[in-house]
């Protein structure tokens, strides 16, 4: 399984960007999705899970309101949509799956995934 994330660039605060995620290989259209950053000097922290079904999501709650994560199980892909973006949002921005169909507390930890995309950088730039 392989995932391929695309969508991040450079971007004015305030600004928006879409990420977008492909997962290729063993179709992962019955598991959880999500999407993890990581800044300079900084752990890979959580920002938002959705189950299988899309049915159930979970957000960072700093984050909670700004960013919008979806999926779309026809192709396979999951996405983030990133409003209002500020500088402290600066990360490289991963998505991972897990064969698991639903959420649970692991789902905020990276422990949580088996699979890893290569991420996609974003700059905010005040």
């Known amino acids: 399984v392989q995932l391929q994330a695309s969508g991040g660039g450079l971007v004015q605060a305030g600004g928006s960007l879409r990420l977008s995620c492909t997962a290729s290989?063993?179709?992962?259209?019955?598991?959880?999705m999500a999407w993890f950053r990581q800044a300079p000097g900084k752990e890979r922290e959580f920002v938002a899970a959705v189950s299988w079904r899309g049915g159930t999501i979970f957000y960072a709650d700093s984050l909670k309101g700004r960013f919008t994560i979806s999926r779309d199980n026809a192709k396979n892909e999951v996405y983030l949509q990133m409003n209002s973006l500020k500088p402290e949002d600066t990360a490289v921005y991963y998505c991972?799956?897990?064969?698991?169909?639903?959420?649970?507390?692991?789902?905020?930890?990276?422990?949580?995934?088996?699979?890893w995309g290569q991420g996609t950088e974003v700059t905010v730039s005040s």
């Open positions: 991972a799956a897990d064969d698991g169909p639903l959420l649970s507390p692991r789902s905020r930890h990276t422990s949580g995934y088996n699979y």
């Open positions: 290989g063993r179709i992962l259209s019955s598991g959880v």
